[in-house]
């Protein structure tokens, strides 16, 4: 019966480790898109377009879209930065397209990954290291601090896969744990002997009090004060996002 009912559990936790390997892209609807969009006014037309040109080259290359949004807004900051990215993202892509947001903000940088990216970026420290790839060019050359980005993002979509086989082992060898453990639990109850007061219970020591409690009324009545208080945060559709302040 034991070996029975961890089977349900062996199986589940064996597709939840295989199901985050699995980079299909079932929403990708179209050829990735590469774009920069400088809404701050700090790139001439050309830089502009040569930039767009270079993302677009990243994108074919990854398979994902790479969305460049360079600006000088005082109203970004660390706490609302993915927000700004996911908001952009999502104006214009399904958020289960593959596809990554670099903000590019004169005081924050934040990279954003949407769909399967999360395979390949696949923590808040390997985005915030790739937002941060262009800071030390930033004040001297907007242009070579983007391009040194995109380079990243380029490098990290082609990032080996995690071995599916190495997540496999490690939950079998964690459920034979759990099963020993359990085993071990089992045969500890049925093979201790049945414990009595005595075990608790020094009976040379032991005193009883009586206690009564005599009320001045019939009845009595107890009220509690409550208050109640909540509020509603809106849910993060992205699957990976790092950045900081510059």
Same mark, same amino acid.
């Given at each position: 019966?034991?070996?029975?009912?961890?089977? +349900?559990?062996?199986?589940?936790?064996?597709?939840?480790?295989?199901?985050?390997?699995?980079?299909?892209? *079932?929403?990708?609807?179209?050829?990735?898109?590469? +774009? =920069?969009?400088?809404? *701050?006014? !700090?790139?001439?037309?050309?830089?502009?377009?040569?930039?767009?040109?270079?993302?677009?080259?990243? *994108?074919?290359?990854?398979?994902?879209? =790479?969305?460049?949004?360079?600006?000088?807004?005082?109203? #970004?900051?660390?706490?609302?930065?993915? $927000?700004?990215?996911?908001?952009?993202?999502? +104006?214009?892509?399904?958020?289960?397209?593959?596809?990554? =947001? !670099?903000?590019?903000?004169?005081?924050?940088?934040?990279?954003?990954?949407?769909?399967?990216?999360?395979?390949?970026?696949?923590?808040?420290?390997?985005?915030?290291?790739?937002?941060?790839?262009?800071?030390?060019?930033?004040?001297?050359? #907007?242009?070579? $601090?983007?391009? /040194?980005?995109?380079?990243?993002?380029? /490098?990290?979509?082609?990032?080996?896969? #995690?071995?599916?086989?190495?997540?496999?082992?490690?939950?079998?060898?964690?459920?034979?744990?759990?099963?020993?453990?359990?085993?071990?639990?089992?045969? /500890?109850?049925?093979?201790? *002997?049945?414990? %009595?007061?005595?075990?608790?219970?020094?009976? /040379? &020591?032991?005193?009883? %009090?009586?206690?009564?409690?005599?009320?001045?009324?019939?009845?009595?009545?107890?009220? &509690?004060?409550?208050?109640?208080?909540?509020?509603?945060?809106?849910? @993060? @559709? $992205?699957? =990976?996002?790092?950045?900081?302040?510059?």
């Amino acid at each position: 019966m034991m070996k029975k009912s961890l089977f +349900a559990p062996l199986l589940c936790v064996i597709m939840l480790l295989i199901m985050p390997c699995m980079n299909v892209c *079932a929403y990708q609807s179209s050829s990735p898109d590469g +774009a =920069v969009f400088d809404e *701050a006014d !700090f790139l001439t037309d050309a830089q502009e377009s040569e930039l767009t040109a270079y993302a677009q080259n990243v *994108a074919d290359s990854s398979g994902w879209n =790479v969305l460049v949004y360079v600006t000088d807004d005082p109203a #970004i900051t660390g706490s609302n930065m993915r $927000s700004f990215c996911e908001q952009r993202y999502e +104006a214009i892509y399904d958020y289960h397209e593959d596809g990554v =947001v !670099f903000l590019c903000d004169k005081n924050y940088v934040n990279i954003t990954g949407f769909g399967d990216v999360n395979t390949k970026i696949r923590s808040s420290s390997d985005a915030d290291y790739i937002a941060g790839r262009g800071d030390s060019l930033y004040k001297t050359d #907007i242009p070579a $601090s983007i391009r /040194a980005v995109l380079d990243e993002i380029d /490098a990290y979509s082609h990032r080996p896969p #995690i071995s599916t086989g190495a997540f496999v082992l490690a939950a079998i060898f964690a459920l034979i744990a759990l099963f020993a453990t359990m085993k071990a639990i089992k045969t /500890a109850y049925t093979t201790h *002997a049945k414990p %009595t007061t005595n075990n608790y219970v020094d009976n /040379a &020591t032991l005193r009883f %009090t009586q206690r009564t409690d005599t009320f001045m009324r019939e009845f009595t009545t107890v009220t &509690t004060n409550s208050s109640s208080s909540g509020s509603r945060g809106g849910g @993060h @559709h $992205s699957s =990976v996002s790092g950045g900081h302040h510059r």
